[in-house]
Every structure is written in C-alpha cells, then in structure tokens.
C-alpha cells in the first residue's frame, strides 16, 4: 500500500508560478513510476506529467511541455511538479499516482495508487 498527499497548490496569476510536491509513504517509492494528473471542472482527468524511477525517463503532455517540469527526490520519497508561465487553462485539481510497473503510462487507469489532489487557479 502506497499513501500519496499532496501540497503546493493555490491562487496564482497567469505568468506566474507554483511547485507542487507529493510526498509517498508505503512501499519502496523508488520502485514506482510517478505521475501528475489534473481535472479541471467538468472535464476528463489527463495525463500532465510522469517519471520514471531513475528521473532518465519523464513525459510530458503537449499543452504544458516547455513550461512544466517533473521530478522526483528518491531519499525524500517526493515528487515535485514546477509550474511556470502558467494559463487559466491550467485551472485544475492537480493529482500525484502511483504506477508500480514498468514504462511510463498516460493512461490514468494504469496508475495504482492516487493522492486526494490539490487545487490550482489561475487568474487571467
């Protein structure tokens, strides 16, 4: 059993900035792939970001790469999330999971564990 909390979320303007963090207890955190997810009001959970355990792997979807980063600290069993030059569009309640599998999925139903999530909004 794997435990994921969230934090780092909040108000912010557009342009600006916000690192989320996920912190993981449980099973061996380095073991697992990681992943951001996020739902915005009345839309369909997506895929944001993942990484592998080793960090040499990390994808990203195409409406936040070039301005989201992914990473992880394998001894502090966190994940990180950089956000920057941020929209309203990415208005959403950002999730952190789980995958305890090999390669990196987009899919949320392959992931196995989820945080409760953390609300991000950005003002235009």
């Known amino acids: 059993q794997v435990q994921l909390v969230e934090s780092g979320g909040g108000l912010v303007q557009a342009g600006g900035s916000l690192r989320l963090s996920c912190a993981a207890s449980?099973?061996?955190?380095?073991?697992?792939?990681m992943g951001w997810f996020r739902q915005a009001p009345g839309k369909e959970r997506e895929f944001v970001a993942a990484i592998s355990w080793s960090a040499r792997s990390r994808n990203y979807a195409d409406s936040v790469k070039g301005r989201f980063t992914i990473s992880r600290d394998n001894a502090k069993n966190t994940v990180f999330l950089q956000m920057n030059s941020l929209k309203p569009e990415d208005t959403a309640v950002y999730y952190c999971a789980a995958r305890f599998a090999s390669g990196i999925s987009y899919h949320s139903y392959e992931y196995d564990y989820w945080g409760q999530g953390t609300q991000v909004t950005v003002s235009s």
């Open positions: 449980g099973r061996t955190f380095s073991s697992y792939i």
